[in-house]
């Protein structure tokens, strides 16, 4: 994170609303061009952590303050959206769960609470991103250097090339997003880039484990009624037939789509459609194409 002043917003206090929008969306605008200049190291991170959670690992992201938070709805929107465990994805917060509400700043100076939790969670199989607009944040630095001397993968997103977070990390995605509108307000373009880099991270990696078919979702937990109606259209789409065929075969398939999805296209029972896709790792496309 550029800790210059930006020309364009010093004299921000003094501008009508009408103006003071025009200048942070302007420098909104910017933030997607420095994200996909980072494409090919996250793409690179995608693969290297769908290979550790395939061998059983899980992911970690450790963050302090907005970061954090910003890693926890990442994380938080994955199992009702891919059907996975929790556990799979999890968030270290400096300052502990409570941090997530209410701010602990100076947990993010606590280096030893930080080798701790890694130390207690974290293991060579697993996958932990650091996330920190300034990349040097002393909690999440401590976090990926102890990752690294257990083995685990990591990788680091942050604002600032060269910051102690991206040396310390195997996979560095630097998004250099400028001077914020407010200076030193990580919240704004520096926080736009983590959640844009976090959602193409964890929605590549869902796409490379298996969880979607073409662009759907098609290991969403059906909880309620407009998820229901969502999974009998899905089953609509990828099997062929009509909505009353789909619900039918979702009613056999207990709700799951993929079951459901094999079970018309197969022609064959729930169970049979279920050890289908166990025997593929529970990817649809390859049960479909078999």
Known sequence: MSQD????????????????????????????????????????AIEQITERISHG?????????????????DASELPPTYGIDPSLVQVI??????????????AEDDEDAAIKAISEKVGADDAVVGVAASGTTPFTVAAVRRANMLGALTVGITSVQGSPLAQHVDIAIAVDSGPEVIMGSSRMKSGTAQKLVLNTL???????????????????????????NRAVKM?????????????????????????????????????????MLEEHGGRLREVIEA
């Open 5 to 44: 002043r930006l020309e364009a917003s010093l004299q921000i206090d003094q501008l009508p609303a009408l103006e003071i929008v025009r200048i942070i969306q302007d420098q909104d605008a910017l933030v997607a061009g420095a994200v996909a200049a980072q494409a090919e190291r996250i793409a690179h």
């Open 57 to 73: 690992g899980r992911l970690f992201y450790v963050g302090a303050g907005t970061s954090g938070r910003i890693a926890m709805l």
């Open 93 to 106: 917060m400096a300052g502990g769960n409570s941090a997530f509400f209410s701010a602990a700043e100076g």
């Open 202 to 228: 964890s929605t590549g990696v869902m796409i490379r484990l298996g969880r979607v078919y073409s662009n759907l979702m098609i290991d969403m937990p059906a909880t309620n009624e407009k998820l229901r």
């Open 235 to 275: 089953v609509e789409l990828v099997a062929g037939i009509p909505r009353p065929a789909a619900v039918q075969a979702l009613r056999e398939a207990d709700g799951n789509v993929k079951v459901a999805v094999v079970v018309a296209r197969k022609k064959t029972s729930a169970a049979e459609a279920r050890r």
